[in-house]
């Protein structure tokens, strides 16, 4: 049956639209429609007010933010946190009312560990990702060999030749994170560091992904400076000393992140919420946009799809073939498994201090950790007194093999590998396994390029906006940045 959007016709004028997933981006999205709404309701702008249905497959809002909350145990099922310097997501969290919750990691105890020949060997202070202030603290640590610190301590010394070496700016010069990072402190850096901290953000290769997408400040640290260390150490010279030492690198909700997918959807009248509702189809006609899902359709005068790359591949390419080969985009998958352990099983526990360990990747090896997480120290009052919490991750190339395996599976595969690095651990109290299937878009070599052309050829659609993960970063404060500026375009403000 073909039906106007339900409400769309209430205001005489008003601007009609589909958004179609209700992860961050939609729900941001819907969420900055429905303030807009509220400002023209009350007359501050002349204008009818824009009306909007969301459409989410699942049966809840919020995509991988998702928080459990169980015998005093706050465990977070995807992102536990934004990065502090951007804004984006604290500005949201202080509208919604939730400024009291907002909580800084603990970063007196940030220590991130890498395993190594079945040791857990701290990274050396100061460093920001593979880049270090202090090559004092390079020279004395055990984890890298004579070969690695010697290509440390002369990066500094080649910053002409680095200058002279990088790429061109633009969408020729991109090159992958591998070869960025073996140009500036060599293999055994890539391998050991950039690669397992980069693959916890996007769970891809850098052999593949796009160092201008995923690294854009080192980029620019290159160009101006060619080495990194005298760019870091020249950033850092030009912060005061108050500077220096706050803010925190992460914040949180103490509630947990789901908290504030709570307070959006709260600002969202029901009769605006589909869920359960997987739109199977949308056309432009001259009518506007027509919208199938659970066998209903209805019509909109624009459509916002802020779903995952293959979704919107399967949605656009019928309205061009271009659509199917640019969003023909690789997206790797994760797997959360947490593990709660009370106060009266803690005592014979022995965890390292700091906010968990990253595990560099064999190829053709067994399905391993890419990292964990020790929850009850990155972050206050996440535990009941005494507990703790250990959060473990899959992703990359061995998710895949993995998403099949039932919680129990997971459950014991993962402690039986936190056994032989941690050591012997008891029973947990209980476990969480979330599995997040293509939830990572991989930020390859050319993406931006990519982005570019994607973005023009949907402006070539009248009403046709697109928003998610799949295009300017895959962090809660962008998604959040994202989807409030797609709705202020589509309300022309």
């Not at 400002?39 to 699942?58: K, S």
């Not at 103490?254 to 709570?262: A, R």
Request: aromatic share 6%; with cysteine.
């Amino acid at each position: 049956m073909k039906t106007p959007a339900d409400g769309a016709s209430s205001s005489p004028g008003s601007q009609r639209i589909a958004i179609i997933g209700g992860g961050v981006s939609g729900l941001a999205v819907a969420y900055e429609l429905q303030r807009l709404r509220s400002v023209c309701i009350a007359g501050e702008l002349a204008r009818p007010a824009p009306e909007f249905v969301l459409y989410e497959a699942a049966e809840r809002l919020g995509g991988t933010v998702e928080t459990v909350r169980q015998d005093g145990f706050i465990i977070e099922c995807g992102p536990d946190a934004w990065v502090t310097e951007k804004p984006w997501a604290h500005e949201l969290a202080v509208e919604l009312g939730l400024g009291p919750e907002i909580i800084p990691s603990n970063d007196q105890q940030r220590r991130t560990l890498i395993l190594q020949d079945g040791d857990l060997i701290p990274m050396p202070d100061g460093m920001r990702m593979m880049v270090p202030s202090d090559l004092d603290a390079i020279i004395t640590s055990p984890l890298f060999s004579a070969e690695a610190r010697a290509g440390y301590c002369s990066e500094s010394a080649r910053a002409e030749e680095l200058k002279a070496a990088a790429p061109p700016a633009g969408p020729e010069g991109d090159e992958p994170v591998a070869s960025f990072v073996r140009r500036h402190f060599g293999e055994e850096v890539a391998v050991k560091v950039a690669a397992p901290l980069l693959s916890g953000v996007f769970g891809g290769s850098i052999e593949r992904l796009s160092v201008r997408s995923v690294m854009p400040a080192f980029v620019k640290m290159e160009r101006e400076y060619g080495s990194l260390i005298l760019a870091l150490q020249s950033r850092l010279g030009a912060e005061s000393e108050s500077q220096r030492g706050s803010p925190a690198i992460f914040t949180t909700l103490s509630s947990g992140l789901g908290t504030l997918i709570d307070g959006m959807a709260a600002t969202l009248p029901t009769s605006t919420i589909r869920l359960q509702h997987a739109v199977s189809s949308i056309a432009l006609g001259p009518g506007g946009w027509t919208v199938s899902a659970g066998g209903d359709t209805a019509t909109f005068d624009a459509v916002v799809l802020a779903t995952p790359a293959h979704a919107s591949r399967r949605l656009l390419a019928p309205l061009h073939p271009r659509f199917d080969a640019l969003l023909n985009i690789e997206a790797s998958s994760a797997i959360v498994v947490a593990l709660a352990f009370r106060a009266d099983q803690t005592a014979q526990m022995r965890i390292p201090s700091g906010f968990g360990f990253l595990v560099p990747q064999h190829a053709g090896g067994a399905p391993s950790l890419l990292a964990c997480t020790f929850v009850d120290q990155k972050f206050t009052n996440r535990v009941p007194p005494g507990g703790v919490l250990l959060r473990a991750f899959y992703g990359g190339e061995a998710a895949p093999a993995l998403l099949s395996n039932s919680d129990e599976s997971l459950a014991l595969r993962t402690k039986a590998q936190l056994d032989d690095i941690l050591g012997m651990l008891p029973e947990p109290a209980f476990t969480v396994v979330r599995r997040w299937p293509r939830s990572l878009p991989q930020y390859e070599v050319g993406h931006q390029a990519r982005v570019a052309e994607l973005e023009q050829l949907a402006a070539a659609f009248p009403g046709l906006y697109l928003a998610g993960n799949t295009y300017h970063g895959v962090g809660l404060p962008d998604l959040i940045r994202d989807g409030r500026a797609t709705a202020r375009k589509m309300f022309r403000l």
